[in-house]
């Protein structure tokens, strides 16, 4: 976990540090809740854009701690129905834009868009994602495939008004822009005017004003809350009137804002004139009902871009990036760990050990059919969880293979006990972790009802079942000459503990 650092000089008291021991710090024994519509199983996304020396990334906040997913400079974020959008910063210069989607498994999509400029932030609209390309002046809606559909322009040269933060609410498109300016950039000298607005797309109706440098529209509560973001503040709106009825100061450049049914999390970033290098930005915790401020934690960049609620699952997926194939995980982490030190190694490290016996302990959860047909083969898709102390491995020179057993059963006609066919482990299971795999399972050339157990072993050492038959799971089944289209899973008749 990061510990808040300092921040730069504040707005309300120019030329003086806030002092630290002000600053609240982050631990677990002051957790926040993060519930929505009464729901507890979310956590925060907090992405970060490349400034100075310690570059951006995306972290995860689970309410009480900080974790680094990675450290690729990212800018906005969109969730909608069990996905996830990313924009990944990139350099004015170079005219392109590069977006990230997620499901619940990891990256689906990589969308190089080149039409993009100076990528900014995203929402969900319906099938489409819409983007402030701020490099251009423009909101532009695009496909999964990266096809432009729709382009909406202000007047003015590139990057007059810089539009950035987009709401959408009651089917609305709702944008903050810096100012209503002619030229290229030509926002630089006035940030201070308060000439930032918020307005909606279609209509051009203004719905805030007065603000300095906006970001992050939300509409809640009956309000329009927006990070009146060179003022290091908050501001709330009546939705109605558009008249200001509240106001939060905070200690920095106020960017990237989330609701939960309790609070408000509002990012905080280093200003980039500020030269102390030692300066990290973080987000506030505040109240939804005050805006009075509950905790602050801090992030390992200075630039806060987004934050955003999603569910532990879909923060899961982020981790797991394009890591979605273990066989190829497995093998480019093991030869990256030689490459590292200067060698090309001609062998993967890993060797399948001998295990003892508190090693060989697994915990076995599989989809079986309520059918086989006699000699073919059926894919069956199982979850083996490493419940014992040692790495699960199937390399020499005992590999480690999930497998099955056939066996009678007291309707049963005669047949021997046999083995199935090795199924490799697509990657080295260590302890305490779990993996989903497909495995090919041969019936026997026999008619009738049978035992089937899948479970592991150690080629040449043990099979994992004949220790405990709790690191197996076991089924009985029915064989038949014929296929049959009845195949839905039957109740487990033993799944293994811990």
Same mark, same amino acid.
């Given at each position: 976990?990061?510990?808040?650092?300092?921040?730069?000089?504040?707005?309300?008291?120019?030329?003086?540090?806030?002092?630290?021991?002000?600053?609240?710090?982050?631990?677990?024994?002051?957790?926040?809740?993060?519930?929505?519509?009464?729901?507890?199983?979310?956590?925060?996304?907090?992405?970060?854009?490349?400034?100075?020396?310690?570059?951006?990334?995306?972290?995860?906040?689970?309410?009480?701690?900080?974790?680094? @997913?990675?450290?690729?400079?990212?800018?906005? +974020?969109?969730?909608?129905?069990?996905?996830?959008?990313?924009?990944?910063?990139?350099?004015?210069?170079?005219?392109?834009?590069?977006?990230?989607?997620?499901?619940?498994?990891?990256?689906?999509?990589?969308?190089?868009?080149?039409?993009?400029?100076?990528?900014?932030?995203?929402?969900?609209?319906?099938?489409? $994602?819409? @983007?402030?390309?701020?490099?251009?002046?423009?909101?532009?809606?695009?496909? !999964?495939?990266?096809?432009?559909?729709?382009?909406?322009?202000?007047?003015?040269?590139?990057?007059?008004?810089?539009?950035?933060?987009?709401?959408?609410?009651?089917?609305?498109? #709702?944008?903050?822009?810096?100012?209503? #300016?002619?030229?290229?950039?030509?926002?630089?000298?006035?940030?201070?005017?308060?000439?930032?607005? !918020?307005?909606?797309?279609?209509?051009?109706?203004?719905?805030?004003?007065? $603000?300095?440098?906006?970001?992050?529209?939300?509409?809640?509560?009956?309000?329009?809350?927006?990070?009146?973001?060179?003022?290091? =503040?908050?501001?709330?709106?009546?939705?109605?009137?558009?008249?200001?009825?509240? *106001?939060?100061? +905070?200690?920095?450049?106020?960017?990237?804002?989330?609701?939960?049914?309790? #609070?408000?999390?509002?990012?905080?970033?280093?200003? *980039?004139?500020?030269?102390?290098?030692?300066?990290?930005?973080?987000f506030a915790v505040l109240r939804?009902?005050?805006?009075?401020?509950?905790?602050?934690?801090?992030?390992?960049f200075r630039e806060v871009s987004?934050?955003?609620?999603?569910?532990?699952? $879909?923060?899961?997926?982020?981790?797991?990036?394009?890591?979605?194939?273990?066989?190829?995980?497995?093998?480019?982490?093991?030869?990256?760990?030689?490459?590292?030190?200067?060698?090309?190694?001609?062998?993967?490290?890993?060797?399948?050990?001998?295990?003892?016996?508190?090693?060989?302990?697994?915990?076995?959860? =599989?989809?079986?059919?309520?059918?086989?047909?006699?000699?073919? $083969?059926?894919?069956?898709?199982?979850?083996?969880?490493?419940?014992?102390?040692?790495?699960?491995?199937?390399?020499?020179?005992?590999?480690?293979?999930?497998?099955?057993?056939?066996?009678?059963? =007291?309707?049963?006609?005669?047949?021997?006990?046999?083995?199935?066919?090795?199924?490799?482990?697509?990657?080295?299971?260590?302890?305490?972790?779990?993996?989903?795999?497909?495995? %090919?399972?041969?019936?026997?050339?026999?008619?009738?009802?049978?035992?089937?157990? @899948?479970?592991?072993?150690?080629?040449?050492?043990?099979?994992?079942? %004949?220790?405990? %038959?709790?690191?197996?799971?076991?089924?009985?089944?029915?064989?038949?000459?014929?296929?049959?289209?009845?195949?839905?899973?039957?109740?487990?008749?033993? @799944?293994?503990?811990?």
């Amino acid at each position: 976990m990061f510990n808040f650092l300092r921040f730069g000089k504040s707005k309300a008291n120019p030329g003086k540090l806030p002092d630290r021991r002000e600053v609240p710090r982050a631990t677990a024994v002051t957790p926040v809740r993060l519930a929505c519509s009464g729901e507890s199983d979310f956590v925060l996304l907090i992405s970060g854009s490349g400034i100075g020396d310690t570059g951006g990334g995306l972290c995860l906040f689970d309410g009480i701690a900080i974790q680094t @997913i990675d450290r690729v400079s990212t800018a906005g +974020l969109a969730v909608r129905r069990g996905r996830l959008a990313r924009i990944l910063s990139t350099p004015i210069s170079t005219g392109t834009g590069e977006i990230l989607i997620y499901d619940g498994r990891g990256i689906t999509h990589y969308l190089r868009v080149d039409e993009l400029s100076d990528a900014h932030y995203l929402v969900w609209d319906k099938e489409h $994602l819409v @983007i402030s390309s701020t490099g251009n002046n423009s909101i532009v809606w695009i496909t !999964l495939a990266g096809e432009i559909v729709r382009r909406w322009r202000a007047p003015g040269e590139d990057d007059s008004w810089h539009l950035n933060g987009i709401c959408l609410y009651d089917d609305q498109l #709702y944008t903050c822009a810096f100012g209503k #300016y002619p030229h290229y950039r030509g926002y630089k000298d006035r940030l201070s005017q308060g000439d930032g607005f !918020l307005f909606e797309l279609e209509s051009g109706r203004t719905v805030a004003e007065g $603000l300095c440098a906006p970001h992050s529209p939300v509409r809640v509560d009956g309000l329009w809350t927006v990070c009146d973001s060179l003022r290091n =503040a908050v501001v709330q709106f009546d939705a109605s009137t558009g008249r200001k009825v509240n *106001r939060a100061e +905070l200690r920095a450049f106020t960017r990237g804002l989330a609701v939960t049914d309790d #609070y408000l999390i509002v990012g905080e970033s280093i200003q *980039r004139r500020e030269t102390d290098k030692d300066l990290l930005g973080s987000f506030a915790v505040l109240r939804r009902s005050d805006l009075s401020l509950v905790a602050r934690f801090g992030v390992p960049f200075r630039e806060v871009s987004e934050i955003a609620v999603v569910p532990r699952s $879909l923060a899961q997926a982020a981790k797991t990036g394009f890591r979605t194939n273990p066989l190829r995980v497995s093998e480019t982490d093991q030869l990256q760990m030689f490459r590292d030190i200067g060698l090309e190694p001609t062998r993967l490290w890993a060797v399948g050990d001998r295990l003892t016996l508190s090693e060989c302990r697994i915990r076995v959860q =599989a989809d079986m059919p309520l059918r086989f047909v006699a000699g073919k $083969l059926t894919l069956v898709d199982c979850t083996v969880t490493n419940v014992g102390g040692g790495f699960l491995c199937s390399e020499l020179p005992y590999p480690v293979f999930i497998s099955y057993k056939w066996r009678r059963t =007291a309707k049963s006609p005669e047949f021997p006990h046999l083995e199935g066919i090795r199924t490799r482990l697509p990657k080295t299971l260590p302890p305490g972790e779990s993996i989903r795999c497909r495995i %090919e399972v041969q019936a026997p050339e026999i008619e009738g009802e049978v035992r089937l157990t @899948i479970t592991m072993l150690q080629e040449l050492v043990v099979w994992f079942d %004949e220790l405990d %038959e709790s690191n197996g799971c076991s089924a009985i089944v029915k064989i038949c000459n014929h296929a049959d289209n009845n195949t839905a899973p039957v109740g487990q008749e033993h @799944i293994s503990g811990v």
